[in-house]
């Protein structure tokens, strides 16, 4: 067909000409509902009611919160009451952390035990040396056995040297295992033994120009306490002493 014989149709023979391409109405279909072993399915939309105009979520209204106090830090505390209550409200209720002190207790009097049966074996043995020394040259001498003149017992400085020796293995094996319990113990977080050394003083250290002296204590501008070495090393016995009662209950 020539471009030249093309008309452009108007709006009319165009919607009559949808019209006659248009389906037959369907006939009406009366659904019944399907038996009770039917699942029926999830996503159809026969079975779902009319969409309503979505709803906003109802805004929660502020429930009023509790005021928590800030978490105790054991490092800072320098004072006994202040650890007495981190201890009550931490270690006295964690049975975790009770069982493990309970557990250095136990090596710690384990290790003392030791060291001390092994030097009293020690002191034993050169009392013995020299008594079995003698009785046997008694022996021999009943019998007409020559005695060695040359060898000599040993003297009571070379005892005390040998028992010296002993101490100082025992001292720090001692040194070893405090360190380790110290370390424990500032894991678990008791007071005390978990302490800066910047918090420490020693007693003859100078205040520094922004520090005031409170007792045994210097007060820094920040508002913790520093802490005589001395002082702290008595509060750390009392502390092991609360320890030792806590994990006998």
Sequence with gaps: MASSAYQTPDLASILATLAAYAPPPQPQITHTDPPAASTPALFSDEHLPPASAPQQPP??????????PPPIDPATLTTWPSALRCITRTIARNEAALSRIRHLIHTQQQHERQWWEGREALVRKQQQRGEGRKALDEVLKAVGGKVDSTRTDPTPTENLTELHAYD????????????????????????????????????????????????????????HDKIEERELQKLQRRMLELLEDLCRG
């Design 59 to 68: 805004v929660p209204s502020p429930t009023p919160q509790s005021h928590q």
């Design 168 to 223: 100082l293995k025992v001292h720090t094996a001692s040194t070893a295992m405090v360190r380790a319990t110290v370390s424990e113990l500032k894991a678990l977080g008791v007071p005390f033994f978990g302490m800066k050394p910047e918090m420490i003083v020693s007693a003859n250290e100078p205040l520094r120009g922004n520090e005031t002296a409170v007792g045994d204590m210097a007060r820094q501008p920040n508002g």
